[in-house]
């Protein structure tokens, strides 16, 4: 069959065009991942655009490197590059990567948050999950101008952050996750749990401290419950002998004035120390909670159990449950059985 110029220029014409369209796709569209599951890519405020390369050039194939890069400088992505975590899924092609990294199109990260003893720990935890300096959190918790910007002081601080798991985004300021936690925070102190700390003439910062002493005394969640009512008991106490309520004389408070938190055994000469956090010297509540409370503990506090125990002792036998006593005279005998058999495994 004989073809004219016209009909020719056409068949070259489409063929280019179909060219083009598939080399476009191959270095445009085409997978950008090599890797069989979802690889994650995490860009700071450090980063260059060479740096962001170097860092997707182990996910990527060479064609897709050589497509992202043309995409890169032909829209000026390095004049800004936005930090966060993006996600890479196999099969995601090239451009739906660059756009996601161009327009910040990131993927959130979950983090827990940890019932950590101190504030410096809770920083270092949450620098290891978020792209945030652990020194500067660490500074912020501390700070009696950030503390009260979120209606705390140095001491209570604590009681502003819930264990649980939250989605945030890897690049969240420090600002952005304390609102975050007051939001959470609110969440949690609902009516339900805010109306049973009003019943008990506690407020919330309060059932939180009281919370992480329990915490702190016992594993056994089921235990908990129980030992909230005898410290309810001791705080609630008021008569001739403790006209401010009858002394916690709470281990766990002991072991946190010391800043030792791996004591077994608490002698004599520990609860001499001059300090707000020692309840056997001072009555009621310390300053604050002596760790972020867990929400078993907090809960415990807010359903305890209503008994008429004053005293507990842990069991000689290391269940990590407790021995309770409504007299001081039973609960001296509850001890030494405790005592003798630290004795007898050579625990000091």
């Not at 959190?137 to 604590?158: F, M, N, P, Q």
């Not at 310390?286 to 842990?314: E, F, Q, T």
Request: with cysteine; charged share 20%; aromatic share 12%.
């Amino acid at each position: 069959m004989k073809v004219n110029k016209p009909q020719l220029y056409l068949y070259i014409a489409s063929a280019c065009l179909l060219l083009v369209i598939g080399l476009t796709y191959y270095h445009l569209f085409s997978s950008f991942s090599t890797k069989p599951a979802t690889e994650y890519v995490y860009i700071d405020g450090d980063d260059t655009q060479d740096s962001v390369f170097a860092k997707l050039s182990p996910i990527a194939s060479t064609h897709a490197m050589n497509g992202f890069r043309t995409l890169a400088r032909h829209s000026g992505y390095a004049e800004n590059i936005r930090t966060g975590r993006y996600a890479i899924q196999p099969g995601e092609g090239i451009f739906t990567v660059f756009r996601h990294l161009k327009n910040g199109l990131q993927t959130p990260v979950s983090i827990t948050i940890p019932e950590a003893r101190t504030m410096d720990r809770l920083a270092g935890a949450l620098a290891k999950k978020l792209m945030l300096d652990s020194t500067a959190v660490a500074a912020a918790l501390t700070s009696d101008s950030t503390c009260r910007e979120y209606g705390y002081d140095t001491a209570t601080i604590a009681a502003l952050f819930i264990p649980n798991t939250y989605d945030v985004y890897w690049n969240i300021t420090l600002e952005n996750l304390l609102k975050r936690m007051q939001k959470e925070y609110k969440n949690f102190w609902n009516f339900e749990r805010t109306e049973k700390a009003r019943k008990m003439g506690m407020t919330p910062i309060e059932v939180a401290t009281m919370a992480s002493i329990i915490d702190e005394e016992t594993a056994n969640n089921e235990e908990k419950p129980m030992i909230a009512g005898m410290y309810y008991n001791r705080w609630k106490l008021r008569n001739g002998e403790y006209p401010n309520g009858m002394p916690l004389q709470a281990d766990p408070t002991i072991k946190f004035a010391w800043k030792r938190f791996g004591l077994r055994r608490i002698y004599h000469n520990l609860l001499q120390i001059d300090s707000p956090y020692n309840t056997y010297k001072n009555p009621g509540l310390p300053p604050g909670p002596i760790k972020i409370a867990s929400i078993a503990g907090i809960d415990a506090v807010l359903n305890h159990v209503r008994h008429n125990y004053l005293y507990m002792c842990a069991k000689e036998d290391f269940s990590g449950t407790h021995n309770f006593a409504e007299t001081y005279t039973e609960h001296l005998q509850n001890a030494a059985k405790y005592s003798r058999a630290l004795n007898e495994k050579g625990i000091k």
